[in-house]
């Protein structure tokens, strides 16, 4: 039984083959390293019963990660487990007729936003089992005094867009061992929430920050709207706008941009957020946004708005992202059947059977004004200016 630590530590450096696959394109390479993290997660979950064994307590369990059941919950993880231990998983599970609770997910996506702060600035919802939604992308024309008419009818339904959550798909593989069947629906919860924790933010990440469109979310660092010309499915750049200081007036200027919809009117800007990752934070940001008080302590993040710094290994160095966190909308969740399917696609082990949960959603800029790509190569430190002033005899 390997130690805790070490299991961390080998998670850590699966977790990097994964990203870097993500970003060589590589699909061999991260199916390997995701049966890598799959095993890691079997082997840590069943070091954790090992050591909890004797403890059946609810309360205690609760306490160590581990979620007590609704009756649903109970009732479907024990059908699952019926299914994969039958000499025909793939017939059973077709044929089962319970499906996914809502509540599953919901767990998944609590426990995303909680370790995750981008997805927690973002307006990141669970779909499950919506088809298309109904987005507001024009917050500043919702109603008008007068006479309805045409004109305005078109000018209110204007601000809304359809968008299909089907068209992207992200399919998470879960490796189960027998053993892990053993252990019951509570610990089963436990695998499933966790593999789909992993697979959906390694899947989300790239997608919300730099996605072309194509087969993936539309990113941050995107052009969007009716107007912007769109190649083969992939959209294009946005134009880097080059920054030297972060000072009030230049803050101040780029926050304006923020502040008018590509329309013309005007909004409130809230919920800033200025995305980074973390080599440039530490040799750019850092010192851009840290100053030193008359007491000689430092003080780090200091910018002239309320504003959350979040440190991101997809944003490409010597770029930053600066927008409207709540106007990056991301919705993502099972198919209306929400069933794991058995796949014959991949085989590891002997006593491993492999299955497949398929999710479906779609990520977009809600309107083009929301983010800026800033160009921070070129980024001074922070400098705290004292005026001293004497006074005349």
């Known amino acids: 039984m390997k130690n805790k630590d070490v299991l961390m530590q080998e998670k850590a450096k699966i977790l990097q083959q994964m990203n870097d696959a993500i970003a060589g394109n590589d699909p061999d390479a991260f199916a ?17 019963v090992e050591m909890q064994r004797q403890s059946a307590d609810a309360v205690a369990l609760a306490a160590r990660g581990v979620h007590p059941l609704t009756s649903e919950e109970t009732k479907y993880y024990q ?10 998983p793939q017939q059973a599970l077709t044929d089962l007729e319970v499906v996914m609770p809502k509540t599953v997910i919901d767990r998944v996506f609590e426990d995303l936003v909680a370790r995750h702060p981008l997805l927690d600035a973002i307006n990141f919802q669970n779909t ?17 005094w007068g006479k309805l008419c045409d004109e305005i009818a078109k000018e209110l339904s204007s601000g809304f867009k359809m968008v ?13 061992c027998k053993a892990m069947l053993d252990l019951g629906p509570t610990w089963l919860d436990r695998y499933v929430r966790d593999i789909l924790t992993e697979a959906i933010y390694n899947g989300l990440e790239e997608g919300i920050i730099a996605g072309t469109g194509k087969d993936q979310p539309i990113g941050m660092m995107k052009q969007v709207g009716d107007d912007v010309e769109v190649s083969g499915g ?5 134009q880097a706008i080059a920054v030297t200081s972060l000072d009030a007036v230049t803050y101040g200027s780029l926050l304006a941009k923020l502040a008018t919809t590509p329309k013309g009117k005007s909004r409130v800007v809230q919920n800033v957020i200025l995305v980074v990752n973390p080599t ?23 910018l002239p708005y309320p504003t959350t710094i979040i440190q ?22 099972t198919a209306k059947s929400g069933k794991i399917e058995y796949s014959d696609q991949y085989r590891f082990l002997e006593d491993e059977r492999v299955y497949l949960t398929k999710l479906y959603g779609h990520g977009e800029p809600l309107d083009n004004n929301a983010f800026q790509v800033l160009d921070i190569t070129n980024l001074k430190p922070a400098i705290l200016k004292v005026e001293v002033q004497t006074s005349g005899e």
């Open 79 to 88: 059908a699952v487990i019926e299914a994969m231990k039958s000499s025909n």
């Open 312 to 333: 991101s290994i997809r944003v490409p160095a010597n770029k930053a992202i600066l927008g409207l966190g709540r106007k990056y909308f991301m919705g993502i969740g």
């Open 234 to 238: 992939v959209y294009p750049d946005k």
């Open 128 to 144: 499950s089992g919506l088809i298309e939604m109904y987005l507001n992308t024009d917050e500043g024309q919702l109603a008008s």
């Open 164 to 176: 299909n959550m089907g068209l992207k798909k992200l399919s998470a593989f879960l490796p189960v």
């Open 32 to 48: 390997e390293a995701f049966e890598k993290l799959s095993m890691n997660i079997q082997e840590n979950i069943l070091n954790e």
């Open 280 to 302: 440039d934070y530490f040799t750019k940001i850092m010192p851009g946004t840290t100053i030193m008080t008359p007491s000689g302590t430092f003080v780090n993040n200091v």
